[in-house]
């Protein structure tokens, strides 16, 4: 059995993890931003607006159902490793996507009486084809997460960063087909589902098939507490994500949700480092040096807000002045009315880099009660809010509401995590 790094060697790791995660992940954004431009200026606004539903209702799928799985995954891998442990593990993989793609089509079939209900894509298409079109994206998609999980928790991050760059590269061919068609709803929606389950085949296939005999068939994966608790917290966090859509899909025109998925678009560019930041944060609290140190968790809280503040401030601010010249530029001219709602979004994206570390030092702790409870309620206020603002003010309201609300819940998951370092260490000294 090896001997687990120093912590010196962690953070020359980690950092040299982040720099690769990054750079990879630059080449995924500017994939992401040619898919965001092909598909804005090349499809219609009815194309452009059931995209957006389309899409929102499958990355939920794929990012709640399989979040809480994948999660699990990945912390016990990341955490067995580093304890030296290179033994074991191999069916974890397989348990991990037969869990995720369970829970993929148990959140789609919850979905589908409410989207019925509501009436949402009505226009398009029927409820069922829509949410059936959705399961197999997410299905896809939730597989290549769980490939890159793999990779993260192994520190092989550059690895990791590859998969997300075929994952793009498979949908940018999409999009380019999808404008080269006639656009019609079955066509689109057969194309982007063909090429993520072509991208998770590619990714995850290989793995599935190498680790599929050391769990199927000696046991079946039942779902335990941890894993049930980080799914609410993932079905929370992902519904939180991406309710101010479905409510515009519900309440409002075809061209207000269409300006809506341009300003989310161009909000997930600004967050570009997002992802790294998460993907290295997630494994490195999950490092033997912070899951046994309260003050090494604190330390890495306290830390990262004094360093983030000035290059945060300087980077949302820059794109705040820089918005109404770039973005008539990229749609020329569909959608002016994102150009105020990513603006006001920006404030977000200002705060997910200051408390990037909260929901990973929590999760450290096994405070998965608290993320369920701190992100439902925030899902509740955020969807009221939006509900009570939609007609009367359209997306600046709906905005505005999700903007404040996602705000405060960074303070509070911050506050949270500096509270339980904070009284630990007072009882430990």
């Not at 590859?162 to 006639?182: G, H, P, Y």
Request: glycine share 8%; charged share 10%.
């Amino acid at each position: 059995m090896s001997t687990p790094a120093d912590t010196a060697d962690l953070a020359r790791s980690f950092r040299r993890g982040f720099a690769a995660t990054y750079a990879v992940d630059l080449v995924t954004k500017a994939l992401g931003a040619a898919i965001v431009v092909v598909l804005i200026r090349g499809l219609s606004v009815e194309s452009y607006a059931y995209t957006t539903l389309f899409l929102t209702l499958a990355q939920f799928a794929g990012s709640a159902a399989g979040g809480g799985v994948r999660t699990r995954y990945l912390r016990d891998e990341a955490e067995r490793l580093s304890r030296g442990d290179s033994a074991g593990g191999e069916g974890a993989f397989v348990s991990a996507l037969v869990k995720g793609t369970l829970l993929i089509v148990v959140i789609g079939a919850a979905a589908l009486p409410i989207m019925w209900a509501a009436g949402i894509g009505a226009e398009f298409t029927r409820a069922v084809n829509l949410v059936a079109y959705a399961i197999a994206f997410a299905a896809g998609f939730s597989a290549c997460e769980l490939a890159t999980a793999r990779y993260q928790a192994k520190r092989r991050f550059l690895a990791a960063g590859v998969v997300s760059v075929v994952r793009a590269t498979a949908l940018l061919a999409a999009a380019f087909i999808v404008v080269a068609t006639a656009q019609s709803v079955v066509v689109l929606s057969l194309v982007l589902v063909a090429s993520m389950l072509l991208a998770g085949a590619i990714t995850a296939g290989p793995v599935a098939l190498g680790g599929g005999a050391a769990v199927l068939p000696r046991s079946w994966p039942w779902f335990d507490r941890e894993e049930v608790l980080l799914s609410l917290y993932y079905v929370a966090a992902a519904g939180f994500a991406y309710v101010d859509v479905m409510v515009a899909g519900a309440l409002l025109s075809n061209h207000q949700v269409a300006t809506l998925g341009a300003s989310l678009r161009y909000l997930a560019i600004v967050q570009s480092p997002i992802p790294a930041l998460a993907a290295v944060l997630r494994v490195r609290t999950s490092q033997v040096d912070l899951v046994d140190s309260l003050a090494n968790q604190r330390a890495m809280v306290l830390t990262w807000l004094r360093r983030t503040s000035l290059p945060a401030v300087i980077v949302v601010g820059a794109t705040v002045l820089v918005a109404p010249l770039l973005i008539p530029q990229l749609d020329g001219g569909k959608y002016p009315g994102s150009i105020a709602v990513l603006q006001i979004f920006l404030v977000t994206a200002l705060s997910a880099y200051l408390t990037a570390p909260s929901v990973s030092i929590l999760m450290a702790q096994r405070r998965y009660v608290v993320l369920v409870a701190i992100y439902a309620a925030g899902l509740v206020l955020n969807f009221a809010g939006d509900v009570a603002v939609a007609r009367r003010f359209g997306l600046v309201g709906i905005a505005v509401v999700s903007s404040a609300v996602y705000v405060a819940l960074d303070i509070a998951l911050t506050a949270l995590a500096l509270r339980y370092t904070s009284k630990a260490t007072t009882r430990a000294g």
